[in-house]
């Protein structure tokens, strides 16, 4: 692992690190911030997954996460969206190849020998920081921003038992459904779409929801409102009387400024959960 | 003037908008920062001025700034830190030229036609927002980063009356006699060093000091302090009996994450002033 930098930030650090990455083939970036409780104990965990064309610098610098991580005493993970570099498959659309992971396990070509997000994130990564860093991955949840919020939801409701609480910010909800998804899931999955489904939160919330609590916050004036598909995760979630707070936030829209002003009920919200 | 762009944040509204500066001679683009509050009566003003290479959008995406100044009930003006665009001189270093203004008004060659943003702040964008606005300009403030910190200590102790505090990040305090300052001061002013000396923060405070409280936060390790010259402002402020608070702040850089560490605190401070 090579340390990329490091800045004091409110009484903790926030690095960037990248290692060489197994799954992914390649090396990989991710922004980690550590508050300053992790210098006497492991501290809880919280993931912070990306939204479409986003590294793992974008949360880092504009969600404002760490005032309230540091508050709290828990870590911030920043992975990246997607392999990068030189060799690895990419497309010139915006939503598909590098900076858009989608957060699955490619099979089809050419992106199958790189993007491997799941496998990343629910293992590889972990298990590194776990190994390099002061936290306690007995206490994780997590968290994301469109295509991240995703990725959240998806991570928590399959692998259970991993993550104690999960929000999202603004996410995409029934991508199997919709133009943000469809296109991804076809390229990265291939045509058979029974393997799309454990990729689709209003789908799994459907077939077994999430065994803890839920905060999903989205701005009435979304310009991708159509293409998140909010509605399909708040039936499926009220259908199962999954425990949820699900809430449409007047006036606000899908960027970091919408982010930022609910970060601090986000992070307040998993220290519930994460020190109960 | 042209909105740029409107997002919800906060409760309030984080614009940014553009106009036809004339004393510039060119497009200006600013970020403005509204609470909810000024929806009701016009509120207080807080000035952030950026450093070096740094737009009118840094800070505005990255200080966290908007969460205190909400809470407050206070605007935040984010200009931009010098004329832009084809027409306009540049160099190709970054600390000269575009994004380099240094908060003067240029009298010599190339610079001259447009770079006179000591004008542009201390007139004609007070001036312009006051009458676009909800905002109340007998109740300003000012504070800003590393060269902005550098214009924000000049423009309060040279326009007497006009800001009720200032505040400064790392600020560069003593220009005439660093290399942060003497390149960018003889440019735009040529060599005739008289003209130098209302843009040095150490020797304004020396000569005159501000009539109102001052807070000055700097990390310990700041990779820049040798160029800043901090140590000049603090003895002369000092000597003066000026009234302030100086801070080193053990482990900080010079970076975003010093600043959006101890943002609240500025906020809170320059609140404390404006609602006095």
Redesign the interface.
Known sequence: MKTISE?????GK?GVYSHASEVCGGEMTFGLFMPAEAENDPVPVLWFLSGLTCTHENAM??A?A??WAAEQGIALIFPDTSPRGTGVANDEAYDLGQGAGFYVDATEAPWSPHFKMWSYLADELPTLIEDQFEVDMERQSITGHSMGGHGALTLAMNLEGRFRSVSAFAPICNPTASDWGRKQLGAYLGNDESTWTKHDAALLMKDKGFDGPVLIDT?T?DQFLDLLKLETLAEAATKRRQQMNFRM?????H????I??FM?DHVTFHAEALYA
């Open positions: 800045n004091a930030c409110f009484g926030q610098v504009k404002g760490q005032n701005g004036d936030q007047p006036g606000y829209d960027s970091y400024f919408f930022s002003t601090e």
